[in-house]
């Protein structure tokens, strides 16, 4: 059973362009998380995702960054028109629900940003 | 590669009951450390972090001491509450940021 899968591994964009950032969860995996990693700090949560729904966005920056986790396909984190501060890693996670209950996120490599 | 172990749970633990959750890593360098709390129904938080050896970390009456000569990063807090059950993660940010696989805490009050 392969693990969570981020790709790119390593991202390189200018200052103004786009960011686009996929995430294929476990298999058997409904829900979709993104963590935020800047410099120096620790993880930050940023959006919760089931297949087709925003379950909890309340970590998202307001402006420029949007989620999906469309019925087909990876989750997508997008960062529009990127600026200097969206330099960071930037995980994904997975998990199943169990009985109603949300069982162990199991999290991918992480992408790393980095805006010049 | 860089790696963390954390003790398997569940824990089960009575209110008030003293708390340890143990945690090992192995890495090349000196990576920072950190704990992260999952609450039931809610992504990471951060609880606590260490950047250097012998740095303790604190938070919200979790402590864990950054210990190089043990490879160790044991969480522990005086009385636990029913609040503080959760999934803890112990994590380090070597060349990659590593996870534990996580320890299920349930206080029981």
Redesign the interface.
């Known amino acids: 059973n392969a693990g969570v899968m981020q790709n790119p591994r390593h991202l390189v964009r200018r200052r103004g362009q786009e960011a686009r950032l996929r995430c294929s969860p476990m298999k058997g995996h409904s829900h979709v ?1 993104w ?1 935020r ?1 800047l410099p120096e700090e ?5 959006v ?1 995702l089931q297949k087709e729904n925003i379950i ?1 966005e309340s ?1 998202m920056p307001k402006e420029r960054f949007s989620a999906e986790f469309p019925k087909e396909g990876p989750s997508i984190l997008r960062i529009q028109q990127v600026v200097r501060g969206d330099s960071a ?1 930037y ?1 994904c ?1 997975s998990s199943r629900v169990s009985g109603g ?2 069982e ?2 199991y ?1 991918g ?2 992408t790393r940003l980095l805006v010049l | 590669g860089n790696s963390v172990t954390q003790m398997e749970g569940p824990v089960t633990l009575s209110e008030e009951a003293f708390l340890t959750i143990n945690c090992t890593y192995t890495a090349t360098g000196y990576p920072s450390l950190f704990w992260y709390v999952q609450y039931p129904g809610e992504g990471l938080q951060l609880l606590l972090k260490a950047t250097k050896a012998d740095d303790k970390g604190s938070n919200k009456g979790f402590e864990a001491t950054y210990r190089k000569e043990t490879t160790s990063f044991h969480l522990e807090k005086g009385s636990v509450q029913v609040s503080d059950s959760a999934v803890y993660f112990c994590a380090l940010d070597g060349q990659n940021f590593v996870f534990g696989p996580g320890t299920r805490l349930s206080v029981l009050p």
């Open positions: 998380y963590y990693q620790g993880l930050k949560f940023m919760y909890d970590g890693a995980f996670a209950l949300q162990t996120q999290f490599p992480g």
